[in-house]
């Protein structure tokens, strides 16, 4: 099992990147995924999950309104879309993935961290 995210970089406040996250060695699609962040400093913390079968997903606070997280399952590929980003979204970014069934096990999961983790990548945003 192996996560793997990409797509890092530096960008300027109010921009956007996508970052994608491939598996290699399992179908994502039979998987809750998240992505988490952590912050020079911070706890980790969850930014964007998506249940099993896309039923149930969840936004921290923060990010409502501007990050989204979607499939593509014919590429075994979960992304997450950023859009008008600011300092506070500067942290390394990290995939993540767990096979929990229901919906209060994956909001548990979103916020306590998942099964199976990739290594992370890096958003700067900046001026």
């Known amino acids: 099992v192996q996560l793997q995210a990409s797509g890092g970089g530096l960008v300027q406040p109010g921009g956007s990147l996508r970052l994608p996250c491939a598996a290699y060695?399992?179908?994502?699609?039979?998987?809750?995924i998240g992505w988490f962040r952590q912050a020079p400093g911070k706890e980790r913390e969850g930014v964007s999950c998506?249940?099993?079968?896309?039923?149930?997903?969840y936004d921290a606070e923060s990010v409502k309104g501007r990050f989204t997280v979607s499939r593509d399952n014919a590429k075994n590929t979960v992304y997450l879309q950023m859009n008008s980003l600011k300092a506070e979204d500067t942290a390394v970014y990290y995939c993540?993935?767990?096979?929990?069934?229901?919906?209060?096990?994956?909001?548990?999961?979103?916020?306590?961290?998942?099964?199976?983790w990739g290594k992370g990548t890096q958003v700067t945003v900046s001026s």
């Open positions: 060695g399992f179908t994502l699609e039979h998987y809750a």
């Open positions: 998506i249940s099993r079968g896309d039923r149930n997903t």
């Open positions: 993540a993935a767990s096979n929990v069934v229901g919906r209060d096990n994956f909001l548990a999961a979103c916020y306590y961290g998942m099964d199976y």
